[in-house]
Structures are given as C-alpha cells and as structure tokens.
C-alpha cells in the first residue's frame, strides 16, 4: 500500500506543505526559530509544536490569514488536519478518497477500508499468535483485546498483522491508530477522529461526536501504544458502550483493566537451546537475525560457530525482535561471537541509528527509560530491588528483599515489566533485569542494603533445609533449592566477598550437602573454595576458625566424592585442627566420621577406627541422628574390611536401619552399594542383588549420579562372584561410563579391578592384563595402598614365571593396608604356585609397594 492511502497527520502535512516552498528541515527550522530537532519531532508526528512555534511556523509557511486560525488549532491536535487546505502531494490516487468536502460532524467517506501502514519488513514467525488472535477477533465475547509486552518484544508489528487478516469481518474496515506522539489523554479523542476522517464541529461535545460516528458502524481499531494514556482508557469502555459493532486491538506495555478486556500476553520469539543448533534455522528468532543481518549488508553464513553465537545473542535478549534486529545491525562490522560477547558485558551495546526508528526505540535503554519514566517512586524502588534476583524469585522473597508489596507486584506484571509463571513464580526478562540493576547501582546505600537482604534471605532459605537434605523430605527439598540455586549462588557469593560471614556461616553445611546429594561436585569445591580462600587472609579468631572448618570438611566431603583422596584428606586434617580449636563437638562429629571414612578407604584402619568412634561419640552426645547413623555403618565397614565379616554385617545393617528411618534416599543406597563385599564374602549373594535393585531405583528416582555408578559397580561384583563374568562386564562398564570424566580416582581404579578379574574369569587373559595394569597406574597416581595390593593380585594371577609374583603376594601378605579378602587371595595364589610366602615387617612392606608398583608398571 502507498503512504498516500492514510489520512496526513499534522507532522505528515507539513512536511508536504514545506517542499511544497522547497525548503529544506534546516531552512524551515532557521525561519521558524527552532531547532532542526524539534522540526524532525513534529514531522515525525512524535511531539506537537506550542502555541508560540505553531505561530511562527505558520509565518515561515506563508499560510494565508483566512486558513491560519485552522493551521494554528491542527497544530495543536484542536481540530482534524483534514480541514486544512491540501497540499499538491496529498491529491494523488487513492488519498485523495479519503478527504471530502466536510460536513459538520460527518465523516468523509473513504474508499479505502484500512489505512494499515505498509511495513518495511517482513513479519517473521507468530503463525501461533496470529492464529489465537484471528480465533479471539471473530470471538463475539472478545470486543476489547490488549495485546501487551515489554517495548520492543513486537506487539505493534503484530497487531498490525493480525489487523491485516481480520480486514474481511469488518465492513467498515480496519484502522490504525498510533498513539505514541499523543502527550495527554484529553488528545486521543482528535487522534481518532483525524484517523477516521471525521470533522469534529467546533461546539459540540467532541466525545459525544467520535461515539455518534462509532455507533453505527462494524471496525476495528487498533489503537498502538497505550501505555501513557491509561487515564484516558474509558473511553474506550465508552465505545464498545456505545458502539456494538466496533472492535478494539490495542497493545500497550501495560493492561488498560478494563471489565471488558482480553489480555495477550506477547512473548519473545523462539530460540535455539544450546543443544538444538542442528535444526536452529527452524527457530524464528535465527531467521529474523539471519534477515536482518542481510538487511544490514551482512554477507554472513549462519554456520558452525557463527550459528552457535547467533543462537547465544538470541537467548541472551530472550527472543526479543527489537534486540536481535539491533544485535544484527552490527553484523557489518563484527562477528557474532563479538557481538555475543559485547552484549555479555551489557546490553547497551544493543542500539543503531536507524532513521525510520522512533528515538525510543533505536536501543533497548531507550526503550526501557521510556517505561521507567511511567512508573510511580515506589514502583521504580521495587523494581530496581527486584533486578537483584537472579533466575526469578517468590513472592515471599520479592517482600523480604525489595519490600515489594502485592499491589506493586500486580502492577509491575500488569506493565510488563516483571511476568508471573503459572506455578506463581515471577522473574524479569533479562534486558528489564540489566537496565532496572543499573539503576539499582546509582544509589550505592540502597544497592549494597538490598544486595545484604537478599544474601540474608538465601541463606536462611538454605539454613532452614539443611536437616530435611539428610532425611524423607529430601528429594522435595532438593527441587526446591535447585528452583533457588542461582540466587544462593548469588547471596552466597556475595555474603563472602563482602565478608558477611555470619550470614554465610547459617547456611555453610546446608551448601555443602545440597552439591554433595546433587552430585555438583566441581561446582561445590569452588564455592568452598571462595569462602575458604577469603577466610584464609583474615586473623584467626574462634568465628572465622569455627567457620574455615565447616567449609574444609564440606569441600572435603567433595573432593573425597570426586576420587581426589589426597585432596580430601588433607583439608580434613586442617578442618579438625580448626574446630578442636574452637572446641566445636557437633562440628568435630562431621570432621572425624568423614575422616575416618577416607582413612579406612586408603587402607589406615587403625586411624580410621579411633577417627570414626570419637566422632560417633560426639554425634550421640548432641543427639545427630545422621551422622550416629554414617559413624555406626562405617565402623562396620572397617570391621569387615579386616575380615570380621559377622561383626561388619551386624553393624552396617544397623546404621542403614537407622537411615531408613530418617528416611535419607541418599544414604540408603549408598549403604545399600557398600554393603555388597561384605555379603557375598557371608554367601549372601542373592540379598546383595535384591539390596542392588533397590538401591538403583533410588538412584534412578534421586538422579544420583555417584550412587547409580556405585551401584552398578557392586552389581558387578555381585555377578562376579556369581561366576556370570559376561554380564559383570556388562554392568561394570556401564558403572565407569556413569562415572564418565566427573569422578576419578578411586571409583575408577576399583571399578577397572573388578573389571580386569571379570575377564580374567572369562579367560582373556591378555585384556585383563591391560585392564588391571591401567588401574594399577590409577592406583598409583592417587597413592591407594589399598587398590595397588588388589590390583597386584589380579596380576599376580596372570604372571608367568612365578617368582616376581610370589614377591607380590608375600609383599600384599605382609602389607598392613591389604584387605582381608586380598590377604586372603594372596595366600591361595601363593599355594597354587607352590612358593612359601616371604614375610616382610611391615615399615619394610610399606617402603616397597611403591617401588614394586613402578616396576610393574614400567616393564
């Protein structure tokens, strides 16, 4: 469609009437007085000239005496722009239809039934919205639909379009109606009128004419922006009063709450996850990029690594279409990954000059200031608060940390600036949340206060569920601080560079043990790591030693998980240290039964055992039911490690029985996994795989990682020692590719033992070589006395001659961190080579296994 089709605003004819003079902006602008920028506003339509300009513009135009009264009052939106005298340009073609010889308070009739705006792009996607608004426009229920979303997320684009389709149910045709130049409520009713062709008489009631006309007629109009003239929003309940067969489409960054009013709520287009970039150019947001890009000059391929960070810059405004056409605007000069990167550090990188751009909207903190200035004092505190929260936030938490009452909440949802989940989550979008934080950063006082609240919150959220993460309610507690876990990260980090260490110490088990259950275990170990780090520089006092030492034992507890025995061990000799110190019995229990845990796997046995009895002594005596439950399994453990077998079984049964009444999922299995050796050495082969079975379907229930490994690992054993060597393969494999890169160490090398034996079972010698020789160097790179005897074992069962492996199994014989059931092993090897075992003392035996290791490995 031409531009001539729609009816000339003010701006539209004097634009018309200054070539007319052949005048340039900036000779207009000199005659008249003012700026070449206050010239471009009002041509534009975005603003209106005052009195005084308006006069001296009428002046510079050479508007004759008899039509000045009438330029003067269209200036100032007092009358339609149709009365004043034509210019040459506006009698062109079909225009000319639309602006008759008016009659007092008629309309002029038009031949055009729309005066929709051409766009100068082509709408990409919205085939879903398009298709619910074409279903709610032919609803008769639906007379008031309010299309609303933050500025720039589309809504103008598709009402027009959705307008555009609906033109054939509306007799009397479809019309736009722009309200963004219009500054006050008392202009909309001229605003309409113009649009419409009507001639308001001087006298009457101007309102009483614009409904008179409506009454009789069937249109749609779709009135654009809304927003800022929310006072003057009745009106529109007076035209469906009034006019039965009139339909309003508006959009508005706001809903107009109206009785009668639908509300759609506009998204941002579709965006490619990370793991969806094979089929990304099937997502809306890419074409538009990739269109935009082209529109820009670009000569751009959108593949590979181009494609990726296309696909970040997307995700990053959220599908946003005024984000992603500013994002493609620099495509010209920098790569996507140069401009992902620019828009990581802010999204002020996202704006252009584009000319046919309202100034509003040629950046997104235009866009965003636009919004800020329509909100009261109170809003812009709440929402500027509310920019602290990261990957949403509750409603208890929004009243906790931005003392954000529900009334300020509704309105800030009802302006599109915060959106509420159907679950009854709210969050922000992420441009909404960068530009409210920047605000939220120009007052420091009220920033850093906010930022202590909100660390406050989190961390009495995770303080409050720290027990429920060791008991029945562990899997609902678990979801609940996953929902939250960017806003713990968050309070926790800045609690501890901020040396809060009061709030931080509330919550630093409840931390701990939530990456512990949820197998985040990297992720865990650095975030002890940056509050032990901070700890570290500061003097020692009981607080901060208090504190080092629940964090160590936490990050021990983590490393120890992930295979980095050396790492664990150490951090909990220091933790101990910390906390007999400060005298801490209920913290000391955590230390000690952890650490004696890691000293029983590294073959100290007795050290494990004196660790593990002060520390149940100390969990009894404060009435710890989690930890008198870990201390009574583990020295069973220890137990049967040594070869007391009955004494073991009696005593892990206890513990897990004391687990399952806590009802811990976690621990369940975890006592279920380690339970095996000793069973199937008491023939209880049969209970181990039921006790398995049960132990997989919680691990499959809880999504814990480390346990479905275990599991799976003990499964083969269990087969193993069942003579079902092809199906232990099976599981032991699946066990280690469980396992994957995220744990090492002793996990894996006691997983490649069992595996090696299975194939030595099955007869491959030569695979079971390589196998136990692999696990033998693991064993070796984490100094596990315990797994290089096993390891020594197994390959003393494949060696040939017998001499070097009769100096391994007396050196396992001799070895004071051998297990019983490799003691045992030794010996029968050692009869089946017909060699008497050499017994060494035990400092010797101790000084050797790492040489002999070496050796095996480097021939």
């Known amino acids: 469609m031409n531009d001539l089709d729609a009816p000339m605003f003010f701006g539209e004819w004097l634009k018309r009437r200054r070539r007319r003079l052949d005048l340039t902006q900036g000779e207009l602008a000199e005659r008249a007085g003012c700026s070449v920028f206050a010239l471009r506003k009002i041509e534009s339509g975005e603003r209106r000239p005052s009195k005084q300009l308006a006069g001296l513009l009428a002046d510079a135009l050479e508007i004759p005496p008899a039509d ?81 979303g933050p500025g720039g997320i589309g809504k103008t684009r598709l009402a027009m379009a959705a307008a555009a389709q609906a033109q054939a149910h509306f007799a009397d045709g479809v019309w736009f109606v722009p309200l963004a130049p219009v500054a006050a409520p008392a202009a909309v009713v001229p605003a309409l009128a113009e649009t419409l062709g009507l001639t308001l008489a001087g006298q009457a009631d101007i309102r009483l004419q614009l409904l008179h006309h409506l009454a009789g007629q069937e249109t749609l109009l779709v009135v654009d ?13 007076e035209i469906l009063a009034c006019a039965p067969g009139v339909k309003l489409l508006a959009t508005s960054r706001e809903r107009l709450n109206l009785q009668s009013e639908y509300v759609f709520v506009t998204q941002g287009l579709p965006t490619p996850p990370p793991d969806q970039l094979h089929r990304a150019h099937d997502y809306d947001a890419i074409r538009l990029f990739a269109q935009a890009a082209r529109r820009a000059g670009a000569r751009i391929d959108l593949q590979g690594e181009e494609l990726a960070a296309a696909a970040q810059v997307c995700r990053a405004v959220e599908g946003m279409p005024l984000g992603i056409e500013l994002a493609a605007a620099w495509t010209p000069l920098l790569s ?63 009243a906790a940390v931005a003392v954000a009452s529900l009334p300020i909440l509704l309105n800030l949802v009802s302006k599109s600036l915060i959106r509420r989940s159907e679950n009854g989550r709210y969050d922000l979008h992420e441009a909404v949340r960068q530009y409210a934080s920047k605000r939220l950063e ?12 909100h660390s406050d919150y989190y961390m009495g959220f995770a303080a409050a569920r720290e027990v429920r993460l060791k008991g029945a309610a562990q899997q609902e507690t678990i979801r609940e601080l ?25 919550a630093a088990r409840a931390f701990g043990w939530y990456y512990e259950v949820t197998g985040l275990i990297h992720e865990g170990i650095e975030q002890m790591e940056l509050l032990g780090q901070a700890l570290r520089g500061l003097p020692r006092q009981t607080e901060t030693d208090r504190l080092l030492g629940i964090c160590l034992v936490q990050q021990s507890l983590l490393y120890f998980r992930s295979g980095d025995f050396a790492q664990a061990t150490e951090r909990y000799g220091r933790a101990i240290a910390c906390l007999r110190a400060v005298d801490d019995r209920a913290l000391l229990a955590d230390a000690l039964i952890f650490s004696g845990t890691i000293h029983h796997l590294s073959g100290a046995y007795r050290e494990s055992r004196k660790l593990i009895e002060e520390g149940l002594v100390y969990a009894r005596a404060v009435g710890n039911p989690w930890f008198s439950a870990y201390g009574v399994y583990n020295i069973g453990h220890v137990d049967s490690i040594i070869g007391d077998y009955q004494k073991g079984y009696a005593q892990m049964q206890e513990g897990l029985a004391l687990w399952r009444t806590l009802g811990d999922p976690h621990s369940i299995s975890l006592g279920l ?21 049960e132990s997989i379907a919680l691990c499959e229930r809880t999504q814990n990682r480390w346990g479905m490994g275990t599991a799976y690992r003990y499964l083969g054993l269990a087969m193993l020692a069942a003579g079902r060597g092809r199906e232990a393969i099976g599981q032991l494999e699946k066990s280690l590719e469980t396992f994957g890169d995220y744990f ?83 010996a029968q090897l050692l009869r089946g080579l017909g060699q008497p075992p050499a017994p060494l003392d035990e400092a010797t035996a101790i000084a050797a296994l790492e040489a002999t290791v070496d050796a095996v490995i480097g021939g």
Not at 103 to 121: R, Y
Not at 389 to 398: K, W
Request: aromatic residues 6%; hydrophobic residues 45%; charged residues 20%.
């Open 482 to 506: 996953t929902v939250e876990v960017d806003n713990l990260r968050a309070a926790w980090e800045w609690g501890v560079e901020n040396g809060q260490f009061e709030t931080v110490d509330k």
């Open 68 to 148: 000045r009264p009438t330029f003067l009052a269209a200036a100032r939106g007092e009358v339609s722009s149709a009365r004043l005298p034509r210019a040459p340009e506006a009698v062109k073609g079909a225009a000319a239809s639309l602006t008759r010889p008016a009659i007092p308070g008629k309309a002029a009739p038009a031949q055009a039934l729309h005066n929709l705006p051409a766009s100068p792009t082509p709408l990409v996607g919205r085939e879903e919205e398009l298709a619910s608004l074409a279903q709610l426009l032919t609803d008769p229920r639906c007379r008031l639909l309010t299309l609303i």
């Open 442 to 453: 120009e007052d420091r006082a009220s920033c850093h206060a906010a930022r202590q609240r």
């Open 225 to 237: 922006n809304l927003e800022h003239l929310l006072a003057g929003a009745g009106l529109l309940a």
């Open 336 to 398: 996507c990954w140069e401009i992902a990167a620019e828009i990581q550090r802010g999204l002020d990188f996202l704006a252009a000059n584009l000319r046919d751009l309202p100034e509003r909207q040629r950046s997104l903190a235009a866009v965003f200031e636009h919004s800020w200035r329509l909100l009261s004092e109170e809003e812009r505190a709440v929402l500027a608060q509310l920019a602290i929260f990261q990957g949403g936030f509750e409603r208890d938490a929004a």
């Open 744 to 826: 090492t160490g002793w996990d894996i090398a006691q997983t490649r033992i069992y595996l090696g034996e299975a194939y030595l079972q099955l007869g491959d010698e030569p695979t079971a070589q390589n196998v136990l020789l692999d696990a033998l160097r693991l064993a070796r790179e984490i100094h596990s006395a315990p797994l290089m005897l096993q390891a020594l074992a197994g390959l003393a069962a494949l060696e040939r001659p017998a001499p070097p492996a009769a100096g391994w199994l007396s050196l396992i014989l001799s070895h004071p961190a051998a297990t019983h059931a490799t003691k045992e092993r030794a």
């Open 673 to 693: 996994n380690f339970l095996v050796e000793t069973q199937i050495a008491l023939g209880r082969t049969e209970e181990a795989l039921a006790g398995l079975q």
